[in-house]
């Protein structure tokens, strides 16, 4: 059933309304690849419209600088339990919910757990970092002195000695593992060691992978972290909003006193946020409430069997996918044999309703000039489209880059194809 716009918004502002009714339009008719991208359920936009939007709660459960927060009390208590229960955690690990997202939440740990000036390790975004783990345009590199590891050229692969190499060479005070762009699993036990060796933090950022680990589907970095980060929306088919994670006692380093929950808080807010986004914290509540669910489990199960069926028949129609493959909801097409890069691939793919982003790929001489796609399986797999189907797509993309097929001429197929399985 497509989403509807109300005859009042239509009313009091038809230019917005008529925006508004066109990316919807958008959204039915293309398919959404994106890796980070989720549809997010109605039951999450009914929260996320809701009152508690109207709320001011700065601070946070039981200590508000506002009254009238017994409502919002109880909502952001109930967030943090579930958000613990649906990674099987006990009250050893501390959650703070008010994130606005993940950027920032990153952010607030780095400036939780550092003082300006002091040294941050992490994978460099063109191995598949995010920006936030100390690039230098992002507040993580402007902020902190950086230093990033990154992956083996040839195979793709985080290389763990030459990490631990680095790491012990640079003694960064912080280890930030975690993936925007990396189609395999992370090692989180050894980033764990590492950073125990050289006594750095270590910061585990799940935003990708989140689902796939409370599903049991991905190793868990909570054993083998001081602190845990994810966005609430991709994945998890929550609000856009973030979680941090944080062990009361830090294993890595003990150096900076035990309670680093509280100074992440106190980075949070007061440090970077004002008010917390109360509508958004109850979306969050109901986002973990569903994770801990078998529905859920199958969820993540089916994104998996897609990502894993999508890059098979990828391969039979003869692209070349970085690292041979995947092991989580994601992969990076290798453009350079098609004699292609990455700009003119994600417009030709768009064309074609297929929405899915350039990314640099291992070997990359330059970032500007990217030859890779990424492509994601959380929201088709919302969307209701099952290993069956991805043959289907991968013929679509061989007849667009391979075979040079007209994208429009592709693309009505795509969008006849979609309308048997309208968002929501
Ligand atoms: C690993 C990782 N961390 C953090 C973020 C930042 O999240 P946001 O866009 O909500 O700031 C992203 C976004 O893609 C991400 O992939």
Do not use: C
Not at 59 to 68: K, S
Not at 280 to 307: C, D, H, M, S
Not at 335 to 354: D, Q, V
């Amino acid at each position: 059933m497509r989403e509807s716009i109300s005859k009042r918004l239509k009313k009091a502002d038809p230019a917005v309304a008529n925006i508004l009714a066109q990316e919807i339009l958008r959204q039915e008719e293309t398919l959404d690849l994106i890796a980070s991208e989720n549809i997010a359920s109605p039951e999450v936009r009914e929260l996320v419209g809701s009152v508690l939007a109207n709320k001011y709660s700065e601070g946070y459960p039981g200590r508000r600088y506002y009254p009238g927060n017994v409502n919002v009390d109880a909502i952001e208590t109930l967030a943090q339990n579930r958000a613990r229960k649906a990674f099987h955690l006990n009250q050893a690990w501390h959650v703070n919910v008010q994130s606005y997202s993940g950027s920032p939440a990153n952010i607030a740990v780095f400036l939780g757990l550092m003082k300006p000036g002091e040294k941050l390790m992490g994978m460099a975004l063109a191995s598949g970092g995010h920006l936030t783990h100390g690039h230098k345009v992002s507040a993580s590199g402007i902020l902190f002195r950086s230093v990033a590891y990154g992956v083996d050229q040839k195979t793709g692969l985080i290389d763990y000695n030459e990490v631990e190499r680095i790491a012990q060479k640079e003694k960064p005070r912080l280890i930030v593992s975690g993936l925007t762009a990396y189609p395999r699993a992370i090692d989180f036990k050894k980033f764990g060691a590492i950073a125990k060796k050289v006594g750095a933090y270590h910061v585990a950022d799940i935003s990708h992978i989140a689902g796939l680990i409370a599903a049991g589907l991905h190793p868990s970095p909570f054993p083998y972290a001081d602190v845990v980060t994810t966005t609430t929306h991709k994945i998890l088919r929550g609000p856009r909003g973030a979680v941090i994670f944080t062990k009361q006692q830090a294993i890595s380093n003990k150096r900076h006193g035990a309670n680093i929950s509280d100074k992440i808080d106190r980075a949070v807010f007061p440090g970077l946020q004002g008010g917390p986004h109360d509508n958004v914290t109850a979306a969050i509540a109901y986002t973990f409430g569903r994770v801990a669910t078998p529905a859920y489990k199958k969820y993540a199960r089916l994104v998996l069997e897609n990502a894993k069926a999508l890059a098979q028949v990828l391969i039979e129609e003869g692209f070349t996918l970085v690292t041979g493959g995947t092991a989580n909801h994601m992969m990076l097409l290798d453009l350079r044999p098609l004699g292609l890069n990455g700009f003119e691939a994600e417009k030709l793919l768009e064309r074609t309703g297929i929405i899915a982003n350039r990314n640099s790929i291992p070997g990359d001489a330059s970032p500007f000039r990217p030859s890779g796609i990424r492509l994601g399986t959380p929201a088709i797999t919302t969307r209701g489209l099952r290993p069956r189907h991805m043959p289907q797509i991968a013929q679509w993309f061989s007849r667009v880059l391979i075979g040079g097929e007209n994208p429009e001429k592709v693309g009505r197929e795509v969008k006849k194809f979609l309308t048997k399985l309208p968002v929501n």
